[in-house]
């Protein structure tokens, strides 16, 4: 190491030999350092109004709460931030870097090794036992001392490992918190009273608590389930998995469509986190064996958020799935869901029709409630009375007058479209057609004169025409209601924090199937915090839109059709393939081959 002293020297200094700082900005970064711990040192602490700029008294924080902008033209405008300097750091002292989540480390391991007050003075987290040696994250290199105090408590040598600052901050406070609620849990069973129903709300409004505000006194469970809602709607997770198994609890959650093991708890907080779940999302705590819904309105950061709650009898007892439902993710404009001009410009034309049937397709998760939820946000005017009919209700939204589906008394997706015909409706919204009911009462609907949008589960747009067919409906039924179709899949973004080039050669990309003469320039994400080291950040939509032209409607007529025909004359009339618009996207710098290949099938 250059310097053998922690301090503003050796942090300027590394920047600098790095090439992040000019000679002259260091100086001024100096010298304001120093002034500022000067004039704070003259200044009586009781004349509040005349002190100046608080600077951080530690060298690190002081850098980066100056707000440097990396130089470069790759930079995006992000900053010399702790990933930097801690990168920065571990290679001058020849010490492994590591970035660290919670459900890497052994909770207990770290809390019975040090108290959080230590951690938190000197920002040091036993992260686990490698090679007979405590692995210790710190923040820099200068922690002999330190490391020697961790040493004696954990009565084993120590090797240190430089982390974020920032990142063991954040692990701090998580796994003190949520340590403490799982131990105090685990001696308390904490069940709940049967709660009755009030059909007047339909979700109840639950305040949760941050990860500081949760104390030693609160009670445990809340605590607990409070925590594991914070931290969902934190990571932005779209699912929290609670899963029972032979000899404990496995808490799972999916950020941007893919599941992450997060926690392992104790089994014997199964019962009491189930009951929690159940008094607050209002369902019967008392029955096991039936499947349950339910609904839950918590804060957010900006406004407010739903979860949808569902539980199930599995093997080892109930399975939890909450589903957060983010106002913020579910209505997009349009503009921003669709990468092709000429897409949005179809898909616009498409929903400005005054009747007819549109049907968004793909799998589960492919986003087709936020394309539905979208649009009739955007078609939903003073002018137009918007019905849907959904099962479940996915987001309470007050411009559309929403019907939930309840099969028990004969309320169906089929049944409920015949009666909301008498309710002088403009636009109607069907959750799913799943039956030949619903697809025949959908087309009366469309022949009277109403706009239906509805969802399908085929692979793509053409599909979806051969699908209906296959449900009973007659072919000149469907070429005279279907205007529109069309298909998506979620590729997930690559992380904007982290992004950086790669070249993929002529001959890895023949490989994987892409037809090219020259080696490409594309781009990945290296994985930071942002993005929980994933490379990825966000989701965005690979889409298909299908208008049914005169040339597609009489090819609907043909006795025998096939999807792949209707394909084919699509093509010739201009379709865009889901492949296609991936790989655009992927040429963009927006996704990485490997989300193409993961997410769309390969065009015949």
Request: hydrophobic residues 40%.
């Amino acid at each position: 190491m250059k310097h053998s002293k922690y301090g503003l020297n050796y942090v300027i200094d590394l920047l600098v030999d790095n090439g992040l700082l000019g000679l002259g900005q260091s100086s001024e970064l100096k010298t304001e350092y120093m002034s500022a711990r000067s004039a704070r040192g003259r200044i009586s602490p009781t004349r509040k109004a005349d002190r100046p700029e608080e600077i951080p008294d530690d060298p690190l924080d002081f850098v980066i709460s100056r707000k440097l902008l990396l130089p470069g033209d790759n930079a995006l405008g992000r900053t010399i931030d702790d990933d930097i300097l801690a990168r920065l750091m571990a290679g001058d002292a020849n010490l492994p870097y590591r970035r660290v989540e919670q459900r890497e480390l052994d909770l207990e391991l770290v809390t019975s090794i040090l108290p959080k007050i230590f951690a938190a003075r000197h920002l040091v987290l036993p992260l686990g036992l490698e090679d007979g040696r405590l692995m210790v994250g710190v923040r820099h290199p200068f922690y002999q001392s330190v490391l020697e105090d961790v040493r004696r408590a954990a009565e084993q040598p120590t090797a240190p490992v430089i982390v974020p600052g920032n990142m063991i901050r954040k692990l701090i406070s998580e796994i003190y918190s949520f340590r403490g609620s799982v131990v105090g849990a685990e001696g308390q069973y904490a069940g709940g009273p049967g709660i009755g129903f009030d059909i007047g709300n339909l979700e109840q409004f639950v305040k949760l608590k941050s990860a500081a505000e949760i104390g030693e006194d609160d009670q445990h469970i809340k605590n607990l389930v409070d925590f594991l809602l914070g931290e969902a709607l934190s990571g932005k997770a779209s699912d929290i998995h609670i899963e029972p198994k032979r000899n404990g609890l496995l808490v799972r959650m999916r950020f941007d469509g893919v599941l992450h093991d997060l926690h392992h708890l104790p089994k014997v907080l199964h019962p009491a986190v189930t009951s929690r779940i159940k008094t607050i999302s209002r369902l019967d705590i008392a029955e096991k064996r039936r499947p349950q819904d339910g609904r839950i309105r918590i804060a957010a950061k900006n406004g407010e958020a739903e979860v949808r709650v569902s539980t199930v009898p599995v093997a080892f007892g109930e399975k939890t799935v909450m589903r957060i439902l983010d106002p913020e993710a579910l209505f997009l404009d349009l503009e921003d869901m669709f990468s092709n001009p000429r897409d949005l410009a179809r898909w616009k034309a498409i929903t400005s029709l005054p009747h007819g049937i549109i049907l968004v397709t793909g799998p589960t998760g492919s986003g087709k409630t936020t394309t539905l939820y979208s649009t009739l946000r955007r078609l939903a005017t003073e002018a137009v009375n918007v019905t849907t009919v959904e099962d479940p209700i996915e987001m309470i939204h007050e411009e559309f007058n929403q019907i939930a589906v309840q099969p028990k008394i004969g309320i169906t997706f089929g049944s409920i479209i015949r009666n909301i015909l008498r309710q002088d409706p403009d636009i109607i919204m069907i959750g799913e057609m799943r039956d030949a009911e619903t697809a025949e009462n959908a087309v009366q609907a469309a022949l009277t004169g109403h706009l239906v949008l509805s969802t399908l589960h085929t692979n793509d747009a053409p599909s979806a025409v051969t699908r209906l067919l296959d449900l009973g409906l007659q072919p000149f039924l469907v070429a005279s209601t279907v205007v529109g179709i069309i298909a998506q899949r979620l590729l997930r973004r690559i992380c904007k924090y982290c992004v950086e080039d790669f070249v993929l050669t002529r001959e890895a990309a023949l490989e994987l199937g892409f037809l090219t003469e020259n080696d490409l320039t594309l781009k990945r994400g290296r994985g930071c915090e942002m993005c929980r080291d994933t490379g990825y950040l966000g989701r965005m939509a690979a889409v298909e839109v299908l208008g049914m032209s005169e040339g597609l409607k009489r090819l609907t007529l043909k006795e025998g059709l096939s999807s792949q025909e209707l394909k084919g004359e699509a093509r010739r009339e201009g379709l865009t393939t889901l492949r296609e618009n991936a790989l655009d996207l992927m040429l963009a710098g927006l996704t990485t081959i490997e989300e193409v290949l993961r997410v769309t099938a390969p065009d015949d």
